[in-house]
């Protein structure tokens, strides 16, 4: 297994967030196989264990808990640094006529599908402290999507979008920007919050919810801009089918 990869799966899947930094995966392989081996205390045939003797393997999870903060300080990074790599290297995806879109959306739609995924993996055994790790791995993802956005609006406002005058014209690269950052939108949204804690609950769905806010007003604010350089060509065009 290269260096760099993170465990996606207890079955030896792995995903890779591409970066400079790199991190020891042997932890998570580690983690996975306890984590299957604890699954295996249904078969015991005391149900359930005495409180006087309890399985020692059931606390597992609490050697991994620093590892766990630094693999996400890490991936967060990598993330911004892939969503910086997916831009410089973006091509739009053959094939899709209707609704087109480039790589760098799917590349990060991919990073933080991963994000989830491997959260989910996890199956955080405690509450208490699944809530904090939680919202790490939401505001990784968050970060990666308004980085992403950010990138991709400047890009509209260096070729000139908001300076452009005269007849509207609805350019590959306009409807692919917005197509884009609803690509990745709605991948974030299906990061769902667990309702463990109320009080976090409410602090990391708000984080999620602002999040996609700004991502709807950076959208909005381009199409405001395309309707306002439609304006011209649309009364010209009401106006002949009225003759």
Same mark, same amino acid.
């Given at each position: 297994m290269e260096t760099g990869q993170i465990a996606g799966a207890p079955t030896n899947q792995y995903a890779v967030l591409e970066g400079r930094e790199e991190i020891d995966t042997r932890p998570f392989e580690l983690y996975f196989s306890l984590q299957e081996f604890s699954m295996l205390k249904q078969h015991l045939s005391v149900q359930p264990q005495?409180?006087?003797?309890?399985?020692?393997?059931?606390?597992? %999870?609490?050697?991994?808990?620093?590892?766990?903060?630094?693999?996400v300080a890490v991936s967060k990074n990598k993330a911004l640094n892939r969503v910086r790599a997916a831009i410089s290297m973006d091509e739009v995806c053959e094939g899709e006529k209707i609704v087109r879109h480039s790589t760098s959306s799917v590349d990060i739609a991919s990073v933080i599908y991963q994000l989830k995924e491997f959260w989910r993996l996890l199956a955080w055994p405690d509450?208490?402290?699944? @809530? %904090?790790?939680?919202?790490?791995?939401?505001?990784?993802?968050?970060?990666?999507?308004?980085?992403y956005c950010d990138l991709? %609006?400047?890009?509209?406002?260096?070729?000139?979008?908001?300076e452009q005058q005269g007849s509207f014209k609805a350019s590959d690269e306009l409807c692919v920007s917005v197509n884009n950052l609803e690509y990745v939108r709605r991948a974030l949204s299906e990061f769902i919050v667990n309702e463990q804690n109320q009080v976090q609950l409410n602090q990391t769905q708000q984080m999620l919810d602002t999040t996609l806010q700004q991502l709807d007003r950076i959208t909005?604010?381009?199409?405001?801009?395309?309707? @306002?350089?439609?304006?011209?060509?649309?009364?010209?065009? @009401?106006?002949?089918?009225v003759s």
């Amino acid at each position: 297994m290269e260096t760099g990869q993170i465990a996606g799966a207890p079955t030896n899947q792995y995903a890779v967030l591409e970066g400079r930094e790199e991190i020891d995966t042997r932890p998570f392989e580690l983690y996975f196989s306890l984590q299957e081996f604890s699954m295996l205390k249904q078969h015991l045939s005391v149900q359930p264990q005495p409180p006087e003797k309890p399985l020692g393997i059931q606390s597992y %999870h609490l050697w991994f808990e620093s590892i766990i903060q630094l693999w996400v300080a890490v991936s967060k990074n990598k993330a911004l640094n892939r969503v910086r790599a997916a831009i410089s290297m973006d091509e739009v995806c053959e094939g899709e006529k209707i609704v087109r879109h480039s790589t760098s959306s799917v590349d990060i739609a991919s990073v933080i599908y991963q994000l989830k995924e491997f959260w989910r993996l996890l199956a955080w055994p405690d509450s208490n402290t699944g @809530v %904090h790790f939680e919202a790490q791995f939401i505001d990784a993802a968050c970060s990666t999507a308004i980085c992403y956005c950010d990138l991709i %609006h400047q890009q509209l406002m260096d070729s000139g979008y908001y300076e452009q005058q005269g007849s509207f014209k609805a350019s590959d690269e306009l409807c692919v920007s917005v197509n884009n950052l609803e690509y990745v939108r709605r991948a974030l949204s299906e990061f769902i919050v667990n309702e463990q804690n109320q009080v976090q609950l409410n602090q990391t769905q708000q984080m999620l919810d602002t999040t996609l806010q700004q991502l709807d007003r950076i959208t909005e604010k381009i199409m405001n801009r395309m309707a @306002v350089t439609m304006q011209s060509s649309m009364q010209k065009s @009401v106006f002949h089918l009225v003759s």
